[in-house]
């Protein structure tokens, strides 16, 4: 095809406005690289704008100093790994018989289930719940409670009805499979798109939880990062990491300064290493499982 002048016209505003946008939302992940191994006085100056001065690792060496952040760093991957593969059971589990047209009951399912988004019990009631079922303070309250995300589970079953042919569960069923092995065999190796994106949704959310962990756990050893953090930055209990004292109050702020730079490079991390991998699968996965049916 011949790129007419309103074509050209239209590219280079529309590739201009994608980088000004592209700069806006990467320019403060690439100021917190910076700041981070930069002099905490200089950022502070706002010396610190496109190159890090005067190089320091200081803020890393205080958090990774600091046992309480490593062991709130090792609960948050359990948490994560193991919740997550629950999630994902839990939701193919729910989702799969919902999209089979030979499920008669299907529509009065999702029709309670749908209902759950709209009306819950309520804080106390909930809280009541896990008392009652003596999980208060455990490792699984952080991954029972939210197991099925009725959202998700809408996403892959309109996945399951329009992204995988039903002509292809019959033909395997005449065959002789199993719903069982239908689910293994055909639907889930056909349906990575999704479950890529569940694993992304599903992933982030329990790598930031900290509100369950701050109403649930009293135990300082089952602390997730987020609620260390939490105290850090929102709270500034910094004194156990810091040591701050009156000859040294000047050094500390300098530190707590770098430190707070370090902690959201050293949180975010896994989750920015992990979306490259995903990417692939995320916008074909969310286009066929949301916009579709």
Request: glycine letters at 6%; aromatic letters at 14%; a positive charge.
């Given at each position: 095809m011949?790129?007419?002048?309103?074509?050209r016209?239209?590219?280079?505003?529309?590739?201009?406005?994608?980088i000004?946008i592209?700069?806006?939302?990467?320019?403060?992940?690439?100021?917190?690289v910076?700041?981070?191994?930069?002099?905490?006085?200089?950022?502070?100056?706002?010396?610190?704008?496109?190159?890090?001065?005067?190089?320091?690792?200081?803020g890393?060496?205080?958090?990774?100093?600091?046992?309480?952040?490593?062991?709130?760093?090792w609960?948050?991957?359990?948490?994560?790994?193991?919740?997550?593969?629950?999630?994902l059971?839990?939701?193919?589990?729910?989702?799969?018989?919902?999209?089979?047209?030979?499920?008669?009951?299907?529509?009065?399912?999702?029709?309670?289930?749908v209902?759950?988004?709209?009306?819950?019990?309520?804080?106390?009631?909930?809280?009541?719940l896990?008392?009652?079922?003596g999980?208060?303070?455990?490792?699984?309250?952080?991954?029972?409670?939210?197991?099925?995300?009725?959202?998700?589970?809408?996403?892959?079953?309109?996945?399951?009805?329009?992204?995988?042919p039903?002509?292809?569960?019959?033909?395997?069923s005449?065959?002789?499979?199993?719903?069982?092995?239908?689910?293994t065999?055909?639907?889930?190796?056909?349906?990575?798109?999704?479950i890529?994106?569940?694993?992304?949704f599903?992933?982030?959310?329990?790598?930031?939880?900290?509100?369950?962990?701050?109403?649930?756990?009293?135990?300082?050893?089952k602390?997730?990062?987020?609620?260390?953090?939490?105290?850090?930055?929102?709270?500034?209990?910094?004194?156990?990491?810091?040591?701050?004292?009156?000859?040294?109050?000047?050094?500390s702020?300098?530190?707590?300064?770098?430190?707070?730079?370090?902690i959201?490079?050293?949180?975010?991390l896994?989750?920015?290493?992990?979306?490259?991998?995903?990417?692939?699968?995320?916008?074909?996965?969310?286009?066929?499982?949301?916009?579709?049916?």
């Amino acid at each position: 095809m011949v790129e007419t002048t309103q074509d050209r016209i239209f590219n280079i505003i529309n590739y201009s406005l994608l980088i000004i946008i592209s700069i806006i939302v990467l320019y403060p992940l690439f100021f917190v690289v910076i700041a981070s191994i930069s002099s905490p006085g200089a950022v502070m100056r706002g010396e610190v704008w496109l190159w890090p001065k005067d190089l320091t690792w200081v803020g890393y060496k205080r958090v990774f100093a600091n046992k309480e952040i490593l062991m709130g760093y090792w609960n948050t991957i359990l948490y994560t790994v193991i919740g997550t593969a629950i999630n994902l059971v839990m939701t193919v589990a729910a989702a799969y018989p919902l999209s089979r047209k030979d499920f008669m009951l299907r529509n009065t399912f999702t029709a309670m289930i749908v209902f759950t988004m709209f009306f819950s019990g309520g804080m106390i009631p909930t809280y009541l719940l896990i008392k009652n079922l003596g999980m208060l303070n455990s490792f699984w309250v952080m991954v029972i409670p939210g197991a099925v995300s009725v959202w998700n589970i809408l996403i892959m079953r309109t996945f399951f009805q329009n992204g995988i042919p039903y002509e292809m569960q019959e033909a395997a069923s005449i065959d002789g499979c199993t719903n069982m092995q239908i689910l293994t065999r055909i639907v889930l190796p056909l349906s990575m798109p999704i479950i890529a994106v569940m694993i992304l949704f599903y992933s982030v959310g329990h790598w930031n939880s900290y509100f369950t962990a701050l109403i649930y756990l009293t135990d300082r050893a089952k602390y997730p990062l987020q609620l260390f953090l939490r105290e850090i930055l929102v709270q500034g209990q910094m004194q156990e990491m810091l040591d701050i004292s009156a000859d040294s109050l000047s050094n500390s702020l300098m530190d707590a300064e770098a430190i707070k730079y370090a902690i959201v490079i050293v949180a975010n991390l896994p989750i920015l290493l992990l979306y490259p991998f995903l990417q692939k699968y995320f916008v074909k996965g969310v286009m066929i499982g949301a916009i579709k049916g």
